[in-house]
């Protein structure tokens, strides 16, 4: 069984900074992409950033500049370093893994059950 474990949300005040960690954990073969999506009330899930296996990046317009997202393959983990912080960061943010379980032939999309992040004064 596959598993993704957020870690890192919280409470920050306008212009700071939260660094978020997720882990893929379970009988996994490979993991091609990781990446975070966020969710804010009443809002469409949105991307914030992804990276593949071999470091390319992706980040939604609104986080450009200021989040910056990395990964250790070999922890199966990703990072993402969130700076200057505004109130609309403010979301729910989901880990995914687009990953190759053992036993499977193909890839599939995989999900954490998300951390939150509030940024106010």
């Known amino acids: 069984q596959v598993q993704l474990v957020e870690s890192g949300g919280g409470l920050v005040q306008p212009g700071g900074s939260l660094r978020l960690s997720c882990v893929a954990s379970g009988s996994i073969v490979s993991i091609f992409a990781m990446g975070w999506y966020r969710q804010a009330p009443g809002k469409q899930r949105e991307l914030v950033a992804t990276i593949t296996s071999g470091g390319s990046t992706n980040y939604g317009d609104s986080v450009k500049g200021r989040f910056t997202i990395s990964r250790d393959n070999a922890k199966n983990t990703v990072y993402l370093q969130m700076n200057s912080l505004k109130p609309e960061d403010t979301a729910v943010y989901y880990c995914?893994?687009?990953?190759?379980?053992?036993?499977?032939?193909?890839?599939?999309?995989?999900w954490g059950r998300g951390t939150q992040v509030t940024v106010s004064s």
């Open positions: 995914n893994a687009q990953l190759r379980p053992r036993g499977y032939s193909g890839y599939g999309d995989y």
